[in-house]
Structure formats: C-alpha cells, structure tokens
C-alpha cells in the first residue's frame, strides 16, 4: 500500500502525522478513523482511501482532530515529537553497535533502485515479460522512496530539519536600509 496518505496527514496534522511514523502509529489511525470516517475500527485501507479522497470539510476535520490529539498528549505528558527523535537516536545506536545489517540493507535498496532504472532507461525492459514490465514502475518507487530513507538515516535528516525548512519558507527576508536599491527597465 502506497504511504502518499500519510504525507498528506503530515501536511495537514503534523503532530497525528509524525504519531503514523512511531509507535502511536495506531492512535493515530484511529485519531484519522475517527475524524473523517466518524468510526474508530476502520481498517488502514478505508483510512487511506478516506484521507486520499478527502474533501475541504474533511482536512478542516482532520485539523481539529490534530489540535485534539495534541492538546490530549500534552495532558497525558507524551511528546511525540520527542518518541520520534528517540526512535532515531536507537537507530543510530544500533548502528554504531554493529553496522553491518544496515550497511547492507542500505546498499542493496540503492543498487537495486539503480539496477531498476537502469533496466528501465535503457529499453532492456521491453524483452521482460509483459507482468515485470508492468511491475517494474512500482518497484522503482518502492526503492526510491527507501533510497530517500536510506540517505536520511546516513546522512540525517529530523524534525528539527524540517522546522528549520519550514520556519526559512515562512520569513520574509528584511532589507537593510542602506542596500542598494533594485533598478527597474
């Protein structure tokens, strides 16, 4: 199942978003469950159908739902933000504990994206049988979304990163007094 719905819930609800990538990924569901489908038992398929479908109404649900979710694990002393960063941190011990698995988990997604495009660029797809051929898009987007996680874990990238990208997005610039003025034709 494609995860393109939880980054529109990320976009939306970042706090029920960063909850889906943690261990209160199923609060979350049942936060998102809860919001547009008005039930607390659906399955993550109808949830990500829901979300993908959603209408003006229903992200101004989700919204709300976001706030709620918040407001209630602040009451309970939960910062989810803070799971998500320790979940990282264990990762990156591990790492430094023994290496190898990750290393190798790591190369195989990144040989394998390029092995996938290369097949795929190079036209050696059309001898493939007709089903890997139409499976092949679906396992490059697989792998490079797992190529981008692979980066990430290597090379970092964290909440606090996106804060940053976020807040930059959101300043406007100021303009020293005595800057020379643009000239305009």
Same mark, same amino acid.
């Given at each position: 199942?494609?995860?393109?719905?939880?980054?529109?819930?990320?976009?939306?609800?970042?706090?029920?978003?960063?909850?889906?990538?943690?261990?209160?990924?199923?609060?979350?569901?049942?936060?998102?469950?809860?919001?547009?489908?008005?039930?607390?038992?659906?399955?993550?398929?109808?949830?990500?159908?829901?979300?993908?479908?959603?209408?003006?109404?229903?992200? *101004?649900? *989700?919204?709300?739902?976001?706030?709620?979710?918040?407001?209630?694990?602040?009451?309970?002393?939960?910062?989810?933000?803070?799971?998500?960063?320790?979940?990282?941190?264990?990762?990156?011990?591990?790492?430094?504990?023994?290496?190898?698995?990750?290393?190798?988990?790591?190369?195989?997604?990144?040989?394998?994206?390029?092995?996938?495009?290369?097949?795929?660029?190079?036209?050696?797809?059309?001898?493939?049988?007709?089903?890997?051929?139409?499976?092949?898009?679906?396992?490059?987007?697989?792998?490079?979304?797992?190529?981008?996680?692979?980066?990430?874990?290597?090379?970092?990238?964290?909440?606090?990163?996106?804060?940053?990208?976020?807040?930059?997005?959101?300043?406007?610039?100021?303009?020293?007094?005595?800057?020379?003025?643009?000239?305009?034709?």
């Amino acid at each position: 199942m494609s995860d393109d719905w939880k980054s529109i819930v990320r976009a939306v609800a970042p706090a029920l978003g960063t909850a889906l990538g943690g261990p209160l990924v199923g609060t979350a569901v049942t936060a998102v469950s809860n919001a547009l489908l008005g039930k607390p038992d659906a399955a993550v398929e109808e949830v990500a159908a829901a979300v993908k479908a959603a209408t003006p109404d229903d992200l *101004l649900k *989700l919204k709300q739902a976001d706030q709620d979710f918040a407001a209630r694990m602040k009451q309970l002393d939960v910062d989810v933000y803070r799971i998500e960063v320790d979940d990282r941190a264990s990762a990156r011990t591990m790492f430094s504990v023994n290496y190898r698995p990750q290393v190798y988990i790591g190369g195989s997604v990144i040989a394998g994206f390029f092995v996938v495009l290369g097949v795929m660029l190079t036209g050696v797809a059309k001898d493939l049988p007709q089903a890997w051929q139409a499976v092949l898009p679906t396992i490059l987007g697989t792998l490079a979304a797992g190529f981008t996680l692979v980066l990430n874990f290597f090379f970092g990238s964290s909440f606090g990163s996106k804060e940053k990208t976020a807040a930059l997005a959101a300043s406007t610039p100021t303009v020293p007094a005595d800057a020379p003025k643009e000239k305009t034709p």
